[in-house]
């Protein structure tokens, strides 16, 4: 039986996060935040969604740390 190979995220598609606390709502919004001159024209790659959630990770961190 033969199977499909497709590739991870080849539509644009958010992947899980990795993150523990973090929601895939959380990072989609911070991904629009930090992405938005490139929306719509362009969906976001695996990289770009992993460099938000990373991104939102630190910025979460920080101000836990300040607070």
Same mark, same amino acid.
């Given at each position: 039986?033969?199977?499909?190979? #497709? +590739?991870?995220?080849? *539509?644009?598609?958010?992947?899980?996060? &990795?993150?523990?606390? =973090? #929601? +895939?709502?959380?990072? *989609?919004?911070?991904?629009?935040?930090? &992405?938005?001159?490139? =929306?719509?024209?362009?969906?976001?790659?695996?990289?770009?969604?992993?460099?938000?959630?990373?991104? =939102?990770?630190?910025?979460?961190?920080?101000?836990?740390?300040?607070?």
């Amino acid at each position: 039986m033969k199977k499909k190979m #497709t +590739k991870p995220n080849q *539509r644009g598609e958010q992947p899980a996060t &990795f993150t523990p606390g =973090l #929601t +895939k709502a959380m990072v *989609r919004q911070h991904a629009y935040e930090l &992405f938005r001159d490139k =929306l719509p024209q362009h969906p976001l790659t695996l990289d770009d969604w992993v460099m938000a959630e990373k991104d =939102l990770a630190n910025s979460v961190e920080a101000e836990s740390l300040m607070g």
